[in-house]
């Protein structure tokens, strides 16, 4: 499973701030004149710290540079994103003495919902996620702006096919948990105090026919209202705390 590089920047200053204190690789730090105040200061003294570029620019020349509408008058421009190994994340959960707990996300391609997903999943300590290659968001500069900067501690992998990672990721030992509204197990129902891959799929399909296959259990997130479909990023949550409250 080879890594996977591009170049990206990071925008807003508490995502800066957040990248800085990473100690990421940062290539030069841009920063809108007259812009001195505040958290701003944060930035400049880490920045002189870690003796990274700082080069003052127009806030107009700021904005034709930006990626995103809230830059806050600061923008990292760094190295291309570095994916782990899928074998890196098992390594972490063996480190800590952990169950592995793992996310697989099939076909999450709103990059919102890819950062809310990291960020939720960096507080509930699991130990990295697995993205595909193709049809999904990657990280970039907003998946690392909603993930206010969990990006930077949490593992991710990309990979050419998800259904090969999963036969790996059983013969290592897990279990497959997918999510699917037809099931008859409510999540609450499941035992996760095992080694676990939870697959949260799209918002609009679901997991893939070959994922759900894969599985060695789905689980359901009941629904109540007239919507029949939760975010992706809220029923991953929603399930991730249930592994965090079983194994307590």
Partial sequence: MEKEEYQDQV?????????????????????????????????IALAKERKILLTE?????????AQTQNHQGVIAIVPPYNYCEVEDILELAKQKQEMPFILLLDG????????????????AGVHGIIIPKRRAASVNSTVSKVSAGAVEYMKIARVNNLNE???????????????????????????????IAL??????FG????????????VKIPM?????????????GIIMYEVVKQRK
């Fill in 11 to 43: 925008e807003g200053r508490n995502a800066v701030i957040e990248l800085l204190e990473s100690r990421r690789d940062i290539n030069k730090i841009l920063i809108a004149k007259g812009e001195k105040h505040g958290s701003i200061n944060k930035i």
């Fill in 57 to 65: 620019l127009e806030k107009s020349k700021l904005n034709q540079i």
């Fill in 108 to 123: 999450i391609e709103d990059p919102h919902n890819l950062g809310s997903i990291i960020r939720t999943a960096e507080t």
């Fill in 165 to 195: 990672t999963i036969r790996y990721l059983k013969e290592q030992g897990l279990w497959i948990c997918g999510t699917d509204m037809n099931t008859n197990t409510t999540y609450t129902n499941q035992d996760y105090k095992m080694p």
């Fill in 199 to 204: 697959v949260i799929g799209s918002e609009g």
């Fill in 207 to 218: 997991i893939s026919r070959l994922v759900k296959e894969n599985c060695d259990f789905l």
């Fill in 224 to 236: 109540k209202g007239k919507i029949t479909s939760l975010n992706a990023s809220v029923s991953a």
